[in-house]
Structure formats: C-alpha cells, structure tokens
C-alpha cells in the first residue's frame, strides 16, 4: 500500500510537473506573440512620425523658398525705386496742411480759379531724404517678411 501511495504521489508531481512545464511553452508563446505585435506597433508608429516630420520638413522647405523670394522681390523693388529716386524719374512729395498756419509760409486755402492744379498743395522732398525714407520702408519690409516667415514656420510645427 505504501509502494502504491509512494507511486500516486510520484505520478502526480510528474503530471503537476508535466501541466507546469505545457503552460511554461503557451504563456512563452503567447509572450512572445505580444512582444511581436508591440514591435510592430512600435515600428508603424515610427514610420507615421517619420511621414510627418518629413511633410513638416517639406513644408517648412517650401515656406522658406516662399518668404525668401518675397524677400528678394521686395529688395529688388526697393532697389529700382531707389534707383528712379536718384537720377530725378521719381520724386517723393508730401501734402501740405494749407491750414497750419506753424509752417512759416502761409497757403492759400484753395486754388484760385486761374490755377491749373487743383490737387492740394505739395512739397518735394529732398532726394537724400527720399533715400532715407526709402531705407527705413525697405528695413521695414524686411522685418514684415521675416515676421511672416517667423509666424508660418511656428504655425507648421504647432500642428
């Protein structure tokens, strides 16, 4: 009886042993299932950041070569007028307040009847001043454009 007790007890620590060892190889396959299908999640997720930051990056490209011949427009604009305000095509004039009578040199109010010119009256601007005037509105392009440009690269990458 004892041999036979002795016996059932070695039985069931091998099929204990023999249950251990089969859930062992299903939770270690099962284990290794989920690690794959994380990898592959893992790697899709890389590959969609990848496709972002590479249309960010086009985007940005593009924004660039955008603002950078708004940048060269605008220079070559300011460059011609600076040009036609040098040799006299083009004379920069600013109104006169007939009005003030603080200018030293009264105005009539109004033309007169046998006056060709009935805009109101104007002052030429010395050409020195003119190119003065003409750097600051050309500095202040600049910074128009570099703010723009500041304003989409931000606006691109808040996305």
Same mark, same amino acid.
């Given at each position: 009886?004892?041999?036979?007790?002795?016996?059932?007890?070695?039985?069931?620590?091998?099929?204990? #042993?023999?249950?251990?060892?089969?859930?062992?190889?299903?939770?270690?396959?099962? $284990?290794?299932?989920?690690?794959?299908?994380?990898?592959?999640?893992?790697?899709?997720? &890389?590959?969609?950041?990848?496709?972002?930051?590479?249309?960010?990056?086009?985007?940005?490209?593009?924004?660039?070569?955008?603002?950078?011949?708004? $940048?060269?427009? !605008?220079?070559?604009?300011? +460059?011609?007028?600076?040009?036609?305000?040098?040799?006299?095509?083009?004379?920069?004039?600013?109104?006169?307040?007939?009005?003030?009578?603080?200018? *030293?040199?009264?105005?009539?109010?109004?033309?007169?009847? *046998? *006056?060709?010119?009935?805009? !109101?009256?104007?002052?030429?601007?010395?050409?020195?001043?003119?190119?003065?005037?003409? +750097?600051?509105?050309?500095? *202040?392009?600049?910074?128009?454009?570099?703010?723009?440009?500041? &304003?989409?690269? #931000?606006?691109?990458?808040?996305?």
């Amino acid at each position: 009886m004892r041999f036979l007790g002795g016996l059932r007890l070695i039985g069931v620590c091998l099929l204990v #042993v023999a249950v251990w060892q089969v859930q062992a190889w299903r939770y270690g396959s099962q $284990l290794e299932q989920q690690a794959d299908l994380n990898a592959q999640a893992a790697s899709l997720r &890389q590959q969609a950041e990848q496709k972002k930051r590479l249309a960010l990056e086009q985007q940005l490209s593009a924004s660039d070569r955008q603002h950078a011949q708004e $940048l060269i427009d !605008a220079q070559r604009n300011q +460059a011609a007028l600076r040009d036609r305000l040098a040799t006299a095509d083009v004379r920069l004039s600013v109104l006169l307040d007939a009005a003030d009578r603080t200018l *030293g040199c009264p105005m009539p109010a109004a033309t007169t009847s *046998g *006056g060709v010119v009935h805009a !109101a009256p104007r002052a030429r601007l010395d050409p020195a001043h003119a190119q003065r005037i003409i +750097a600051i509105t050309d500095d *202040g392009d600049n910074a128009l454009i570099a703010l723009r440009a500041c &304003q989409a690269y #931000v606006r691109a990458v808040g996305r």
